[in-house]
Nanobody
Framework: VQLQASGGGLVQAGGSLRLSCAAS????????MAWFRQAPGKERECVAV????????YYKDSVKGRFTISRDNAKNTVYLQMNSLKPEDTAVYYC????????????????????WGQGTQVTVSS
């Protein structure tokens, strides 16, 4: 499957953005989908994960209550609604797909995800 992330940009602190990740190719598989981010000089970290049935499986503690992951399986698209953005949210955001059902101990790790999008830059100014 190929993933195309979009929706990033420059926003002031307190603002909102909605990221989209469109899947193409082998979309018939019930992928677990995730959003990761990577800030300069830092490791890639998991932000949110959603299962096939549109149930959120994981949120990073620092984004709980501000970010919402969702998916539209008919459109093969996953979204990340980001509200109340903070400068520390600045990063390149990547979507990722796993064809399996990862357990809770692995769900936020990078290495279980087989497919990655190209990333979209989110910059939050103070």
């Amino acid at each position: 499957v190929q993933l195309q992330a979009s929706g990033g940009g420059l926003v002031q602190a307190g603002g909102s953005l909605r990221l989209s990740c469109a899947a193409s190719g082998r979309t018939g598989i019930r992928y677990t989908m995730a959003w990761f981010r990577q800030a300069p000089g830092k490791e890639r970290e998991c932000v949110a994960v959603i299962g096939w049935g549109n149930s959120s499986l994981y949120y990073k503690d620092s984004v709980k209550g501000r970010f919402t992951i969702s998916r539209d399986n008919a459109k093969n698209t996953v979204y990340l609604q980001m509200n109340s953005l903070k400068p520390e949210d600045t990063a390149v955001y990547y979507c990722a797909a796993d064809p399996g059902k990862p357990g809770p101990t692995r769900i936020a790790t990078t290495w279980i995800y087989d497919f990655w999008g190209q990333g979209t830059q989110v910059t939050v100014s103070s």
